[in-house]
């Protein structure tokens, strides 16, 4: 599908509606879902035939929205958290900390009760999101076990 604003606006109303999205990042592309859709995400694991004990990472557009999604109880730990997003976001690097378990589903954390968050440099990735305007849940978007795909 080539990128124009109106793909993107198909893709984010597919990821809104409990579908799955196939979208590139800086680094692969990812096989993304609502994070917050428990059945959305259970796709991604029977599509990829993906253990239900391999968590999933969480794509948001900016750290404002991935607040809502972790355990911000600890002040050192928030610290930390923002003082690493501000330098490293975008950008490929996955934060793991405790999650929001009133928000995250189980099946994202692996029933860990950790999330991993990130927000990705690439703008077509990062407008995605905001389209969409929910977490995405997305791992790489291959069979479990086989090479990421970093082309279309």
Known sequence: ??????????????????????????TVYGLGANALNVDACLSIFKTKGRPLTD???????EMEAALPLIDQSDETIMTLFTTLGKHYWPGPLTLCLKANMDIIPSVITADTGYVGVRIPALGLARDLLKAAGVPVAAPSANKFGHVSPSTA
């Open 1 to 26: 599908m080539p990128l124009t604003e109106e793909n993107i606006q198909i893709a984010a109303k597919q990821l809104t509606e409990g579908k799955l999205v196939a979208f590139p990042t800086e």
């Open 55 to 61: 968590p999933l990472i969480v794509h948001v557009n």
